[in-house]
């Protein structure tokens, strides 16, 4: 499978737990980004990184939550101490560059779920 | 600030009649992109259609097609023939082209159902 992969697909904390997320990008691509989806909402953004840089981390709330993507490996979406809250959906999609075509759809990986008990 | 509306919280349709999703944005960019996307029950997104605020063609897809009226800044799906598999729900979503590898933004999107 060559598209976006993210795992686990469901992922189910107690609060105060931390959560980790992650996203294996498209063959070829090295810049990811991050979305929430709450319920019965559409999905927001978050964070924006290339390999080892955070480019824009505007969508992210500033604390508890984190984001990472080293050289080798996946993107990393960090949650500490979850709360009820964090409940929610978080998908991750990439590009080949910061340039992308104009036409080119962001293609999304199939989601994490969050539960917080 | 860059916004997209979807006032269709909820839409029906009978199998095989055609459907409008309406999508409307907000945006002082000359430059940006509108898509379409399908999010099933089982939760994955799945890209459906693009527009360029450049093109002058509205953009076509198998049975989907955007109604896209720069002027009004709307950019409409249309679903042709629908069918029991595209009830779901319907996301729009803008991509402004003047910042480089700019996030999309999204809509609270539309509910379609589709019954025989």
Not at chain 2, 87 to 93: K, R
């Amino acid at each position: 499978n060559a598209g976006v992969m993210q795992n686990p697909r469901h992922l189910v904390r107690r609060r105060g737990q931390e959560a980790r997320l992650r996203c294996s990008p498209m063959k070829g691509h090295s810049h990811v980004y991050w979305y929430r989806q709450l319920p019965e909402e559409g999905l927001k953004f978050m964070v924006y990184l290339q390999k080892e840089n955070i480019i824009d981390e505007s969508g992210m709330p500033k604390e508890r939550f984190s984001a990472e993507f080293p050289k080798e490996g996946p993107s990393i979406l960090r949650i500490q101490q979850v709360v009820r809250g964090d409940s929610a959906a978080y998908f991750c999609a990439s590009s080949p560059s910061d340039r992308t075509p104009r036409n080119q759809p962001q293609h999304f990986g199939d989601g994490t779920r969050l539960s917080i008990l | 600030a860059q916004k997209i509306t979807q006032t269709q919280p909820g839409m029906f349709v009978q199998e095989k009649e055609a459907v409008t999703l309406d999508c409307t944005y907000d945006t002082s960019d000359q430059s940006y992109g509108l898509f379409w996307y399908k999010q099933p029950s089982s939760g994955e997104m799945i890209f459906l259609i693009y527009q360029g605020s450049y093109d002058e063609q509205n953009a076509t897809e198998g049975r989907y097609s955007l109604n896209f009226q720069k002027a009004r800044k709307s950019a409409n799906l249309v679903i042709s023939a629908s069918q029991l598999g595209d009830s779901a729900m319907y996301f729009c979503a803008m991509r402004d082209y003047t910042v480089a590898g700019t996030a999309l933004i999204f809509g609270k999107g539309t509910t379609l159902s589709v019954s025989s």
